[in-house]
């Protein structure tokens, strides 16, 4: 099993501050539950590893030595991997696969809206949601 895997559940045991969504929850939305810690520790995971890959991207696009394109496209890959299971995860636990837009709002409330940006594609709309 590769490395990256195994230590997902090392780096979630790590967490122990949430970082919380900052959307409202707004008209349209209908809320569903509220996450639990395993998912609030999932998605502060996902939070922290798109940053690095954003972080990492920079530092290679002005020159920073210490920066490959190898380690941004590790970076790059290994955030979404996260993010995609940040969503099935949610997808399961709140019975949302029949839901066109999901979400998560301010306080870890989960919703899922009517709205759709089909011009977007599902990550990009994933990131404006979240």
Known sequence: MSTFIKLIPLDLAEIKEFKEPDMPVTEGDHVVGDMG???????????????RASELKLQLRYGQQNVTKAQVNEAMIKARAINDIFWIALSDEFGLWDKNSTGVRQGYKV??????????PDF???LIEG
């Open 124 to 126: 990009l709309r994933r």
């Open 111 to 120: 919703v899922w809206s009517d709205e759709t940006a089909p011009d977007l």
């Open 37 to 51: 810690e395993d998912l609030k520790k999932l998605w502060t995971l996902w939070k922290q590893s798109a940053y």
